[in-house]
Nanobody, 118 residues
Framework: QVHVVESGGGLVQPGGSLRLSCTVSGSDISIYTMNWYRQAPGKERELVTSIFSNGLEIIVDSVKGRFTISRDNAKNTMYLQMNSLQPEDTATYYC????????????WGQGTQVTVSS
């Protein structure tokens, strides 16, 4: 059974930083596309950033230059370094592990809350 667990969320002041972690157990993430999504109250879940199995990354413009995604396949873990946080970054952040199409693997974590407020 595959488990996805996020950690590292919390309350931070505007301009502050947080580092989120996502650890997957029960499956090898090296072939997965790893994604960070977020969902703010009253809004739809949105893709923030992805890192592919070959290391290539995509990131939305709203966080470009402030957020950095990375992965450590040896630890089956993905990270999201968030700097210069703003109140609009307040959301529940979700980790998603998506396997190649032939696997049909698609796993989600329970989410970790990030609140940016003074």
């Amino acid at each position: 059974q595959v488990h996805v667990v996020e950690s590292g969320g919390g309350l931070v002041q505007p301009g502050g930083s947080l580092r989120l972690s996502c650890t997957v157990s029960g499956s090898d993430i090296s072939i997965y596309t790893m994604n960070w999504y977020r969902q703010a109250p009253g809004k739809e879940r949105e893709l923030v950033t992805s890192i592919f199995s070959n290391g290539l990354e995509i990131i939305v413009d709203s966080v470009k230059g402030r957020f950095t995604i990375s992965r450590d396949n040896a630890k089956n873990t993905m990270y999201l370094q968030m700097n210069s946080l703003q109140p609009e970054d307040t959301a529940t952040y979700y980790c998603n592990a998506q396997g190649p199409p032939y696997t049909q693997d698609n796993y989600w974590g329970q989410g970790t809350q990030v609140t940016v407020s003074s």
